[in-house]
Structures are given as structure tokens and as C-alpha cells.
Nanobody
Framework: VQLQASGGGVVQAGGSLRLSCAAS????????MGWFRQVPGKEREFVGA????????YYADSVKGRFTISRDNAKDTLYLQMNSLKPEDTAVYYC?????????????????WGQGTLVTVSS
């Protein structure tokens, strides 16, 4: 199984970025997919998730209304559209796959993880 996250970079506060996560080696359409982020020295935190069909999403309060998760099951790809970015959004962003049908927010709930992509938001 491989989850390849991409799309990170440097952006000014108020700007936007779109992250992608390309999946292979698993039946992507069966998995709930999540996004997490981590700052050095801190625990990895939940950002949001989308159920297998794409019909329901869930977000952390810190990103609600600014970030949007979507997926294309035909392309085995997960997306995270990030708008109105803030310096506190700076982190390494990870995608993850969970075989259960529900949205879960704990890192231990997710079986497969990508390698992460760095997002830096400058003030």
C-alpha cells in the first residue's frame, strides 16, 4: 500500500493550497480517508476526514469553513483544499486510510499513512 501526498509549499497568509494524496495497493473506494498534520515537537492532529463514498465529511474546529476534503474514487485520489491559510496552519500534512466505515479522528484508527507534505504559511 502506498499513499503519496503532494502539493505542499510556501504560501502567504490568506492564500490557498490544494493537497493531493494518490493511493495505490488498496481498494481506495472502500476506505474512509483522513488528513492529519504535525508540527515538530507536537502530536499529530486530526484535520478532517471523508467517508468511502464521499458523501460525508468531518473537520476539526480549527479548519472548519476554510478547508474542504474531497475524493475521486475513479482516480484513487484524495484532496484537501485549503483556503484562508494562517501561519498556524504550518505543518507537515499526512493522508491516512481507515477501513472502517465511520469517520474517526485518532491516529491509531488509521491503518495506512502517507509520507507527508510540508505546508508553510508565512505572515
Amino acid at each position: 500500500v502506498q499513499l503519496q501526498a503532494s502539493g505542499g509549499g510556501v504560501v502567504q497568509a490568506g492564500g490557498s493550497l490544494r493537497l493531493s494524496c494518490a493511493a495505490s495497493g488498496l481498494t481506495f473506494r472502500h476506505y474512509t480517508m483522513g488528513w492529519f498534520r504535525q508540527v515538530p515537537g507536537k502530536e499529530r492532529e486530526f484535520v478532517g476526514a471523508i467517508i468511502s463514498s464521499g458523501g460525508r465529511t468531518y473537520y476539526a474546529d480549527s479548519v472548519k469553513g476554510r478547508f474542504t476534503i474531497s475524493r475521486d474514487n475513479a482516480k484513487d485520489t484524495l484532496y484537501l483544499q485549503m483556503n484562508s491559510l494562517k501561519p498556524e496552519d504550518t505543518a507537515v500534512y499526512y493522508c491516512a486510510a481507515d477501513l472502517t466505515g465511520s469517520v474517526r479522528t485518532g491516529t491509531r484508527d488509521y491503518k495506512y499513512w502517507g509520507q507527508g507534505t510540508l505546508v508553510t504559511v508565512s505572515s
